[in-house]
């Protein structure tokens, strides 16, 4: 399943010596300290290379795991409850998700986490999903700003628990359903 397509790149400039913090709201054009899982400072060059997939569509990009059935109705119910088709969809395990993994600052074949592509910026974990639920119908984006309030680490320490849990509880298909 292909959404995306391949052209011309804007070229972006970021001074060597500039020191960015890794946060939990990737931006690709910080350079990130290496964590597992991320690519760290490579992000600018796929910057670069993803810039096209956002030239004549600006909506942001949601990656997920393609075989996993828990993810596979994740988008499914985004699907049903964006009446205003605010974010496009593509699988983790696609070329393209793997160029905009990279973008994001992670690593290609990791596909431990959903994540939300902006043209300007990338979220992962717990981070990707309440500003999923701000993109679609009532009441999700009141209810993603209730949830702002619930700290960083136990948002993510429960993701991270259904996560590495999903194909567990939920199974997984041969191939991406979407």
Not at 96 to 121: F, H, M, N, Q, W
Not at 170 to 175: A, D, Q, V, W
């Amino acid at each position: 399943m292909a959404l995306l397509a391949q052209g011309g790149c804007a070229r972006l400039h970021v001074p060597r010596h500039a020191h960015v913090r890794p946060q939990r709201v990737l931006s690709p054009f910080a350079t990130l300290s290496p964590a597992p899982g991320r690519v760290g400072s490579q992000s600018m060059e796929w910057v670069e290379a993803t810039s096209s997939f956002f030239q004549q569509d600006s909506r942001p990009i949601m990656l997920f795991d393609g075989v996993c059935n828990l993810c596979n109705g994740g988008v499914k119910f985004v699907r049903e409850n964006d009446r205003n088709r605010s974010i496009r969809f593509e699988p983790l395990q696609s070329e393209a998700g793997k160029k905009l993994l990279r973008r994001s600052g992670r690593a290609p074949d990791d596909i431990s986490s959903v994540v939300l592509v902006e043209k300007d910026r990338s979220y992962i974990k717990s981070e990707a999903v309440l500003k999923i639920m701000e993109y679609i119908d009532l009441p999700f984006p009141q209810l993603a700003l209730f949830l702002k309030f619930v700290p960083l680490f136990i948002r993510d320490f429960l993701y991270d628990n259904v996560a590495n849990n999903r194909y567990t509880f939920f199974g997984r298909s041969e191939s991406c359903e979407i």
